[in-house]
């Protein structure tokens, strides 16, 4: 028998001012999970010096940090997918502010609770893919044409925080080193990631969750045929009683998905290792910069990273976020390259790290919101969370490499190349490989104001 009160049911209209702040939000999660990363890969050679690590020890610190990234943050999808996409938001956003906050005993502590302390940064990146997620669904929600029209563009502010994230570390490294010490530093950091979580948690939900959520109590309290009702009226046919697992981003029409986007973002992670990360030490080494002057090209850098952001924002909503993706990457492959084996001449330096950085992390303002697009509701926390979560892969396996290259002999120069520029152009590859057209976002219906409310509506 079905009940008036169970298929009236509607998810509450979603506003502007509601996707404005949850923009906020995701920008400033996003930003502060990058602060973090970014901050540890920038103070890598001062640690190291005050932890007497050479530099393939300290490579090979990074691939188990990067090992234990993976493995915590592939906890984020199940959280999203059971709790919310706020929840979720939270719950990476302090994770990240933990593993800031601890890392300031690093001088104290043994190198296997480093590894471990570090590990909990992998919450923090896997925050991008719950923003795609989120966002996606948000804006997807949303009646204001605006927003529909310019999706990609607005995400690309919001993903724009990676750019934003390291110019604070590297800024903020400049002036709180000399007094605060790399431990100092660390501390500081993990201040603004508290305060998100905490704003992360007054954060409207999406009705899409919203509406997975009251299918599942509906069939948990056995009203099946309102379920399947309801499902129908709103859209949402796919929704199943039975729990999603992790297999589901593994089957049908999401395997194609799932393995052309993670073997991308793996192989991208091996450039963004050496180039972001341990951007410091590349040039530094390569060509023989100082520190200072380091720390000042990657202010630049990322400055120029951000209009990249914005670029490839627009360019995904106007040409399709998969070409503009593969484009960008497979570009910045040949710019580093030329970065590498170019002279030394700082601004010659500075003009193609700058371009390549343009291009490396610009489509990461398409890929996101790409991923966002491929999953059903059911389960798009957790194939946004495994694609951002399986990345730091890459990171591992270019660290470890690095770690032997290094300790036979090789120089950073021949090692950059191999595992920074060559899987950059293979990343690019492999993203060409997945759908064009991606899922579209689920069409809840979603009230407008004008709407006359349902008094029978629970």
Not at 313 to 328: E, K, W
Not at 413 to 424: K, R
């Amino acid at each position: 028998m079905s009940h008036p009160n169970n298929t009236a049911w509607r998810p509450a209209h979603v506003t502007t001012r509601q996707i404005t702040f949850a923009s906020i939000v995701a920008f400033l999660a996003w930003t502060f999970a990058v602060y973090d990363f970014i901050l540890f890969g920038t103070l890598l050679p001062e640690i190291g010096k005050d932890l007497g690590l050479s530099e393939a020890e300290q490579a090979s610190l990074v691939t188990w940090m990067s090992a234990g990234g993976v493995v915590v943050g592939l906890l984020a999808g199940p959280v999203v997918d059971k709790f919310g996409r706020k929840t979720g938001m939270a719950f990476a956003t302090a994770g990240a502010g933990v593993a800031s906050a601890l890392t300031a005993l690093a001088a104290f502590v043994p190198l296997p609770i480093l590894v471990a302390i570090r590990s909990l940064s992998g919450l923090g990146l896997t925050e991008q893919g719950i923003n795609g997620a989120y966002l996606s669904e948000l804006y997807g929600a949303s009646d204001d044409p605006r927003i529909k029209k310019r999706q990609g563009f607005i995400y690309s502010i919001v993903q724009g925080g990676w750019p934003v994230g390291a110019l604070l570390a590297a800024a903020l490294t400049a002036v709180l080193l000399p007094s605060l010490g790399w431990a100092g530093c660390f501390v500081f950091a993990a201040v603004p990631s508290f305060i998100v979580a905490v704003l992360a948690r007054k954060l409207r939900e999406s009705p899409q969750f919203e509406t997975v959520a009251k299918l599942r109590q509906l069939n948990a309290d056995g009203h099946h045929a309102d379920a399947l009702e309801l499902g129908s009226i709103l859209g949402m046919n796919d929704e199943r009683e039975k729990p999603s697992t992790i297999a589901d981003i593994f089957k049908g029409r999401n395997l194609r998905t799932t393995l052309a986007l993670s073997f991308g973002h793996i192989l991208n992670y091996f450039p963004v290792l050496v180039f972001n990360i341990l951007g410091t030490t590349v040039l530094t080494t390569v060509h023989n910069f100082a520190f200072a002057d380091a720390l000042t090209l990657l202010l630049m850098s990322n400055f120029v990273a951000y209009l990249g952001y914005l670029f490839h924002g627009v360019m995904g909503d106007r040409f399709g976020r998969r070409n503009i993706i593969a484009f960008g990457w497979m570009a910045s492959g040949v710019v580093f390259t030329a970065m590498i084996f170019g002279p030394s001449d700082y601004w010659v330096v500075v003009a193609l790290y700058s371009l390549g950085q343009f291009f490396l992390n610009g489509p990461y303002a398409a890929v996101l919101f790409f991923v966002g697009e491929s999953y059903d509701t059911s389960i798009r926390g957790r194939g946004s969370a495994f694609v951002a979560a399986v990345g730091p892969i890459g990171a591992i396996l270019a660290s470890a490499a690095a770690a032997v290259l290094l300790s036979n002999g090789v120089d950073w120069t021949m090692t950059a190349f191999l595992f920074g520029s060559i899987p950059l152009v293979l990343s690019g590859f492999s993203v060409l490989f997945a759908r064009k057209h991606q899922h579209v976002i689920d069409p809840v219906h979603v009230p407008s104001p004008t709407d006359v409310e349902d008094p029978t509506r629970s």
